[in-house]
């Protein structure tokens, strides 16, 4: 969802519902598409709310740091595939902004990486911060209002 609205699908409730219906396989009971229309309405106040803070949907702290590494590869995933399936042109992306669909990516691929030890809970949670803002940048990218067309000069 996160990776859908940073790419411009924008937050009308049905299209989000027919995305969604077409990723779980299936038809959407009425308290799912409550919770979703919930979610939706929790991503639109982070991007485009007074705070511009992204929550991050990941295990607490006290789950395994592997298992939080992993989740974090799976996050990336997740967002990937949303912004890819709603991006209208990459090839406008600044350059900052394809480093950052870059990096998720890499993070994306985390697999074993990171060992439980005061440096690899440091590593992942520089991650964490990291995950925290690259989706605003993209959403502030790809969601510039459109250039009015020029008028027309009269002589």
């Known amino acids: ?18 995305d969604a219906a077409e990723l779980l396989e299936g038809d959407i009971q009425d308290n799912l598409r ?25 295990p607490t702290d006290d789950a ?8 974090l590869g799976e996050w ?3 967002f990937l595939s949303g912004f890819g399936l709603n991006c209208r042109d990459s090839s406008m992306l600044s350059a900052e902004a394809t480093e950052v ?11 074993d990486a990171l060992e439980e030890s005061e440096d690899g809970e440091s590593d992942y949670m520089e991650v964490m911060e990291y995950l925290r803002v690259a989706p605003l940048l993209l ?17």
């Not at 409550?34 to 949907?57: C, F, P, R, S, W």
């Not at 669909?101 to 697999?111: E, G, N, P, Y």
């Not at 959403?139 to 002589?155: D, G, M, V």
């Open 34 to 58: 409550n919770a979703l229309i919930g979610l939706q309405e929790m991503v639109k106040g982070e991007l485009t709310g007074d705070d511009v803070t992204v929550v991050l949907l990941l």
């Open 1 to 18: 969802l996160l990776g859908r609205s940073c790419a411009g699908a924008g937050f009308d409730n049905e299209g989000w519902l027919i």
């Open 139 to 155: 959403f502030t990218e790809c969601n510039k209002p459109e250039a009015p067309a020029p008028k027309p000069s009269l002589h």
């Open 64 to 71: 395994p740091l592997a298992d939080r590494a992993a989740a």
């Open 101 to 111: 669909l870059q990096d998720l990516a890499a993070i994306s691929q985390v697999q």
């Open 76 to 78: 990336c995933q997740g």
